[in-house]
């Protein structure tokens, strides 16, 4: 018998809500079994979710991950390696120049603070000599 996992199962293993999977389901990116109301989720359904996870996490659009998921052929899966290579690799460029953005701004940041930072104590010493005049 193949081995079967509940929603309730898989939302604790993949720390996601069960609205997460029924909107995975409504997607059409997994197609678990009815008994009845109860959703029963097969081996294939969970690899596919653990596929579904990994490219949001790494930033993939729906769109992307539904159309990896469609080329999947067991026998011949070449077509679908080359694919996720290249997008792996546009992905990674994205990534880098976002990193640099990144990086900018946080330097941005830093400066904006020293600039606050030396304003605070400008107004501090203002304040100082402002007292010592009023006595």
Do not use: W
């Not at 976002?98 to 400008?122: C, F, N, W």
């Amino acid at each position: 018998m193949n081995r079967t996992f509940t929603i309730r199962q898989l939302t604790k293993e993949f720390s996601v809500t069960a609205r997460t999977l029924r909107f995975y389901e409504d997607e059409g990116l997994i197609a678990p079994e009815r008994r009845g109301q109860t959703r029963i989720y097969s081996v294939k359904d969970r690899a596919r979710i653990i596929l579904i996870l990994r490219g949001r996490r790494l930033g993939f659009s729906l769109a992307e991950i539904r159309e990896y998921l469609e080329m999947y052929n067991a026998d011949d899966n070449a077509r679908q390696l080359t694919h996720t290579r290249k997008k792996c690799e546009e992905r990674i460029v994205a990534f880098e120049k976002q990193k640099v953005e990144i990086d900018s701004a946080i330097a941005e940041l830093k400066r904006t603070l020293v600039e606050v930072d030396d304003h605070l104590a400008g107004d501090a010493d203002d304040s100082s000599d402002e007292a010592v005049a009023a006595a």
